[in-house]
């Protein structure tokens, strides 16, 4: 069967094997509740509610997968997702690409989705998976600035920072998830830029950590990444205040959308 002619079929890879520093002690950021429930759940289902996503790949912290299968088979999803779980590894970009090892070989494209994005828009979900079966190789959700940007030299924290540029604002976009690829493209993203087990990557325009925007690596190809409009409720929760707004929005929605 011709690539032309291959049915489409999107999965969706949600990275939750990290702990989280930012929001404090306690349980790994993606298991803090939002609203009662977990922001895992509410990422998995946000991905569930597209109907183009019929699998969704879970990449749950190396000694926590049976923990994060259990909390999975608690909470309802629409019976047409299929949920793995798979165990991650030690850098973001690691436990990607275990999820994209974990992908049966009917998928054509995939979505790359920050489970502290927990309240993304099934809107902004199908935008970015039209995109990517009109022929876009890679999407991502973007929102413009409201705020000027400045480019500093950074210095210790705490002291004064000098400014180094200014850059247009109009040609600036915050980029949230998911991120949208064709599977082939993206996988030879990661197979060019894997970090090796000692922690340096195999080509030398990576970062030592792994990458933490899969977009970034396909661009590192040479491969045009085009951005559709995100929105203001995808925002990520990486800090208590953001649990504060995330409970504050999800509230909303179960007054006025029986959500």
Do not use: C, N, W
């Amino acid at each position: 069967m011709s690539d032309e002619s291959r049915p489409h079929r999107t999965a969706a890879v949600i990275p939750a094997a990290g702990r989280g520093v930012r929001l404090g002690p306690g349980a790994p950021k993606a298991l803090r509740a939002i609203g009662g429930t977990p922001m895992l759940i509410h990422a998995v289902r946000a991905m569930a509610r597209s109907r183009a996503v019929s699998l969704v790949v879970v990449v749950a912290p190396s000694d926590g997968a049976p923990e994060v299968r259990r909390l999975l088979d608690e909470h309802p999803l629409p019976e047409r997702t299929e949920v793995l779980v798979v165990p991650g590894r030690e850098t973001r970009q690691g436990s990607v690409r275990a999820g994209l090892e974990a992908l049966p070989a009917d998928v054509t494209s995939v979505l790359v989705h920050d489970a502290a994005r927990p309240l993304v828009p099934v809107e902004t979900v199908d935008a970015v998976v039209e995109a990517v079966r009109d022929g876009a190789p890679a999407v991502v959700p973007a929102l413009a600035l409201a705020d000027t940007v400045k480019e500093v030299e950074p210095g210790k924290p705490g002291e004064p920072e000098p400014v180094v540029a200014t850059p247009e604002r109009a040609r600036l976009r915050a980029v949230q998830t998911p991120q949208g690829f064709d599977l082939a493209t993206l996988r030879r993203a990661h197979e060019k830029f894997a970090v090796t087990a000692g922690g340096s990557a195999a080509d030398p325009g990576a970062e030592g950590e792994g990458a933490t925007d899969d977009a970034g690596m396909v661009e590192r190809l040479g491969v045009t990444v085009v951005a559709v409009p995100g929105h203001e409720e995808a925002f990520k929760v990486t800090r208590p205040l953001d649990l504060v707004l995330a409970e504050a929005v999800l509230a909303r929605r179960r007054a006025t959308d029986a959500y």
